[in-house]
């Protein structure tokens, strides 16, 4: 393991005016916490922070990333906390030592492909400061470097991780040789035999070919001294795994040098980037196809260059990127440049991108590019700002649309768990059900049974899912309501005729009806769209012809030829007993309204419309329709009772619908078949006794036309 003095002499190296004795106070912290923790290997445990502080020394990062690597494990794994952190290093690090102990905290086990993505973006949400996953790379970086210490069976699993999650993220950040080693180091264990064997061709071509980078790049070399252009040029064989990937797309095995080694001109200005371009175009022919110019179009962590594949030496493939050497750094270090130190200031990099903007800007360049991957890139992203990603207790991930609520989360789980949701917890405190939550929020669903679905939840939901849900279990609670209303209406209404509703008789009447069964009689008898009369008529149609002494409907009114229509207003609904007046309408005969109705002003300045009458004296049938509004207590029962109180009084009930539906009480307009205004008067004051009725009022709809 490396002193301390070497990590601050790594770092002074970069960045003379580092914090040297709060680096030093971070290490003897650290050093202190994970006292007599042994990794898997039998080394001490610090050794671990100390090697990832390294990694990103050599990254050329600043003290606060530094630091937080040599603490990174501490929250997790020891009894420090976050207070202590900010406390003795501030809270800029006690945040970042933060973010990544919630970042190792996710539980990544279930890494199917389809999740994997979430995750990604999950990290990326996840940490405000993308330092936290720089760190966090790092840290498992280093795992992987040392995981043959492992057991089989975690070793597999943890390089799967790799390979899903933590290599795209590094290439996402633009930390190509971060993507490359962790690609290559989850490849040896993922599939050893498979790189074993690449690794023997590999060592046959290069024995037939010789020293194939030192020619080649003896060959450029030689082309840009005589152009005169000043640069760098080296050569590399690529990684198994690139190689590997390669294969596999392609469907075929591994021939071309291009496929294999990959070259790189590193030269002082842009304008030199397209100069030696020239060069090399001029003197080998380019592959069609094969040409990206990334300098004039950047990719958006910052990419810059030129990349470009020719016939070279024998018609062999070579590939060549072209780049300035600030365009170098970025592509190497990716957003991290954005932190990077050089000669004790931050260096200023006009290609690196910053961080927080580079996020925002993902999705406004969608379109400008027609590179495949960076097409893709962009679409998966394109997500990323309308949704939110949260966690169950057990740390699965649950991904809901921005503005989703604890209640849409519930039934993202499952139905169930949203209807009988009774509240819920965000990172361990209790919340209102219409809290919107945020990225990487842990949520915990409390339930009760008995609970349902409520109305007013509808307002609260953002999913289709949740809405549907609440929807249809309202629905399922109407029609169970209806049912019981229809009970209660079908009792009243037998009682009245001497006979009892019995399952049997309604079950008989259902049939007689060409309805299923006498639950969905009840239900429409419930719903009023059918009335008791109706179904007493079927069973009893001698009973249901009761009229005795009634009038006939038809002649209610006194002072009309016999054979002269007649209707009443839908404006005032005048009941007998109330003063009245008729007038005449072209072809509808005489509309009745209440002397009262101020709809009676429009034909003021008519006099020869207007009829003198009066209601019949006699004792009408109970037809003439009213509308009760009435708003009453929210419990069950309530409903039921409403309607047998009514029932009592001798009126019919033909048509019911609900206004409002507010968590504690309803409002209903509910019409009522009445003979008169006597009628409507011991209808209202049954009514107006019940306690769990809380308004009743002639409802009247003046903007209806007479
Ligand atoms: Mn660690």
Partial sequence: MITVDDLIALVRAYNPNSNDALIRSAWDYGAKAHEGQLRHSGEAYFTHPVAVAAILAEQQLDDATIITALL???????GSTYSEISKLFGEEIAELVDGVTKLTNLQLSSTET?????????????SKDLRVILVKLSDRLHNMRTIKSMRPEKQAQKARETMDIFAPLAGRMGMQWMREELEDLAFRVLNPEARASLMRRFITLQRETGDVINKITGDIRAELKRVGIEAEVSGRAKKPYSIWRKMEEKKQGFSRLSDIYGFRVTCKSEQDCYG??????????????????????????????IHTTVSGRDGKRVEVQIRTDQMHEVAEAGVAAHWSYRDGVRAENPFAVDPARWISTLTERFGAGDDHDEFLEHVKLEM????????????????????ATPLDFAFAIHTRIGASCVGAKVDGIRVPLWTRLKNGQSVEVMTAEGQRPQATWIDIVATGRAKSAIRRSLREEDRER??????????VAFDHVGKRATDKALT????????????????????????AREVIQVLYPKLADKKGDEIDAARAIVGLDPDQPFRRAACCGPLPGERIVGITYRGQGVVIHAIACEALAEVEDQPERWVDLQWHSGTHPPVHTVGMDLTIRNDAGVLGHICTLIGEQGANISDLHFLDRKQDFYRLIVDVDLRDIEHLHSVTLALEAESDVAMVERHRDLNRRP
């Fill in 508 to 531: 008989t009447a259902a049939h007689h009806m060409g309805l299923p069964d006498a639950t969905e009689l009840l239900a429409r008898l419930g719903s009023a769209e059918m009335t």
């Fill in 482 to 491: 209806f049912v019981r209303l229809g009970r209660e209406l079908a009792r």
């Fill in 384 to 403: 990323y700002p309308d949704q939110v990603f949260c966690f169950t207790p057990k740390g699965e991930v649950v991904k809901l649309p921005r503005g």
């Fill in 72 to 78: 990174h494990d501490t929250i997790e794994d020891t």
């Fill in 276 to 305: 030696v371009l020239g060069a090399i175009h001029q003197r080998w022919r380019a592959v069609p196809g094969r040409f990206k110019d990334y300098i004039s179009q950047p990719k958006s962590n910052g990419y810059r260059s």
């Fill in 114 to 126: 389809k999740q994997a993505e979430n995750f990604r973006k999950l990290f990326m949400a996840m």
